[in-house]
């Protein structure tokens, strides 16, 4: 014959069951946000980086003086 204290033993551990699969579905919601974050970042990374190769292919920038502006 079941025993009080089980009944409120399973009550305690199915309900941190719960909140724990609760809080797992939300951090695997976070993890998949920041993996479209990145996976754009990334993407912008790489278009940024071929503009630039683009620019210095082009010689843009090489006759601009090297000197510090003057308020430095």
Do not use: C, N
């Not at 609760?22 to 946000?33: G, M, P, R």
């Not at 479209?36 to 843009?60: D, F, N, P, S």
């Amino acid at each position: 014959m079941p025993h009080a204290d089980d009944a409120s033993s399973t009550q305690k551990l199915e309900e941190q069951l719960a909140f724990q699969q609760h809080a797992l579905d939300e951090l695997h919601s976070v993890v998949l946000t920041q993996q479209q974050e990145l996976e754009a970042l990334r993407r912008e990374i790489a278009r940024l980086t071929a503009a630039v190769e683009q620019i210095k292919e082009q010689g843009w920038g090489e006759d601009l003086p090297h000197e510090k502006p003057p308020h430095y």
